[in-house]
């Protein structure tokens, strides 16, 4: 069974830095990419990156949103995925969720997610 | 700036049909943006419903189905149940490794 769980979440101050983690088992991860979505509070999904697997040289892409303050990142030999969250705002509020394709195709969306963690910003 | 519209809101009878659109602004949609959709229902993480404009996720009844209607992508529901009511959510290939999800759609069983 394929599952990923997420960790890291809190409450951070404005400027402040997160490191949100994504442990992932049930399938073979480092043939995977990772996508990061976000929820804030009664709105809708927002896509927040990929990053992909060791054969497309691990390459990632980012929302215009996040673009120079997030940084995603993975350690295949713990098949897990982290997403640094820097300079935080209080927009960033939200549940992030990762989420996995199961492979790394180009155009692979999400098929499998976590239950999300909680990122607050506020002072 | 590009957007994906979804209808904000849609209510179907129980055993009802409903047809659920999404589209990209200035664009018409097509099969080259690999439209997708979710599920979710509140407190919960999001179900993967179809993927790739038409393809079933793992355990998802035949009665969600995905298509390309003009220049939209749609899910269509048949014979809707009471436990269908949920946001539901298309997302977008946009091309450079970019991907965007639509506002979504509050489906309501009544």
């Known amino acids: 069974e394929v599952q990923l769980v997420e960790s890291g979440g809190g409450l951070v101050h404005p400027g402040g830095s997160l490191k949100l983690s994504c442990a992932a088992s049930?399938?073979?991860?480092?043939?995977?990419?990772i996508h990061w979505v976000r929820q804030a509070v009664g709105k809708g999904l927002e896509w927040v990156g990929r990053?992909?697997?060791?054969?497309?040289?691990?390459?990632?892409t980012y929302a215009a949103s996040v673009q120079g303050r997030f940084t995603m990142s993975r350690d295949d030999s713990k098949s897990a995925a982290f997403l640094q969250l820097n300079s935080l705002q209080p927009e960033d509020t939200a549940v992030y969720f990762c989420?996995?394709?199961?492979?790394?195709?180009?155009?692979?969306?999400?098929?499998?997610w976590g239950q999300g963690t909680l990122v607050t910003v506020s002072s | 700036q590009t957007v994906v519209t979804q209808e904000p809101s849609i209510s179907v009878s129980p055993g009802g049909t409903v047809t659920l659109t999404c589209a990209l602004s200035?664009?018409?949609?097509?099969?080259?943006?690999?439209p997708t959709w979710y599920r979710q229902t509140p407190g919960q993480a999001p179900r993967t419903l179809i993927y790739?404009?038409?393809i079933r996720s793992s355990g998802v009844p035949d009665r969600f189905s995905g298509s390309i209607l003009g220049n939209k992508a749609a899910l269509t529901i048949t014979g809707a149940q009471a436990d269908d009511e949920a946001d539901y959510y298309c997302?977008?290939?946009?091309?450079?490794?970019?991907?965007?999800f639509g506002g979504g759609t509050r489906v309501t069983v009544l």
């Open positions: 989420g996995s394709p199961l492979g790394d195709a180009y155009n692979d969306f999400p098929l499998h």
């Open positions: 997302a977008l290939y946009l091309g450079n490794y970019i991907f965007l």
């Open positions: 200035s664009v018409s949609l097509s099969i080259h943006y690999f």
């Open positions: 790739h404009t038409n």
């Open positions: 049930g399938f073979i991860f480092r043939d995977s990419g």
């Open positions: 990053i992909r697997n060791r054969g497309n040289v691990f390459a990632t």
